[in-house]
């Protein structure tokens, strides 16, 4: 085998692992082109000057396996319970913050899940959101950034790009992270 077909192999075989991880399945079905290329630490183009740290493709290239998951999974009565949570104490009693990474278009076609939650694009969040400073992040989304010990719960369209929202934020250096795997394909039945 030649060096190069070895290093493709290698490649390949780590972002089999890293999507097997990622969305807990055992076959990596999801995993696209275009999301192999993402997991190599190609974020694509952006329309600003500033990339806050993106996430090193090293990193996301190591091959992870379910128990390097760095986020823990709830279903619609744990999100439920969560914003129960939040309405009696707010963000700061509640240690919670739900950030919905779907685009803006798909939560104006829906509606929000709730009006607790944040709306930040994926797309942003792969651009570095995460690690903008405080004063930027609150400028530019209009919500101020979530705290290291803040509970980050995560939620999208049906909880895979929330899974990749919570991996990113983990690799930021957030400890506290939720994914909710229904998404709003489950909250709007």
């Known amino acids: 085998m030649r060096s190069t077909q070895r290093v493709v192999a290698a490649l390949l075989s780590a972002n089999v692992q890293f999507c097997r991880a990622l969305i807990g399945h055992q076959t990596p079905t999801f995993?696209?082109?275009?999301?192999?290329?993402?997991?190599?630490?190609?974020?694509?183009?952006?329309?600003?000057?500033?990339?806050?740290?993106?996430?090193?493709?090293t990193r996301l290239m190591?091959?992870?396996?379910?128990?390097?998951?760095?986020?823990?999974?709830?279903?619609?009565?744990?999100?439920?319970?969560?914003?129960?949570?939040?309405?009696?104490?707010?963000?700061?009693?509640?240690?919670?913050?739900?950030?919905?990474?779907?685009?803006?278009?798909?939560?104006?076609?829906t509606g929000k899940i709730s009006k607790h939650a944040f709306t930040l694009p994926l797309s942003y969040i792969q651009r570095g959101?995460?690690?903008?400073?405080?004063?930027?992040?609150?400028?530019?989304?209009?919500?101020?950034?979530?705290?290291?010990?803040?509970?980050?719960?995560?939620?999208?369209?049906?909880?895979?790009?929330?899974a990749t929202a919570a991996s990113m934020a983990g690799m930021s250096g957030f400890g506290n992270i939720i994914n909710y795997m229904g998404g709003a394909d489950e909250w709007f039945q």
């Open 129 to 162: 959101a995460l690690n903008m400073p405080d004063n930027d992040f609150m400028e530019t989304f209009g919500f101020e950034k979530p705290l290291p010990d803040e509970t980050i719960v995560f939620t999208c369209k049906a909880g895979i790009r929330s």
């Open 62 to 109: 190591m091959g992870f396996d379910e128990s390097d998951r760095p986020f823990s999974r709830i279903n619609k009565s744990g999100l439920e319970e969560i914003l129960d949570d939040i309405e009696k104490g707010g963000r700061e009693d509640s240690g919670y913050i739900i950030i919905d990474v779907r685009e803006e278009d798909e939560v104006a076609f």
């Open 31 to 57: 995993c696209s082109r275009g999301n192999f290329a993402l997991q190599r630490g190609n974020v694509g183009p952006t329309t600003s000057s500033k990339v806050y740290n993106a996430i090193p493709s």
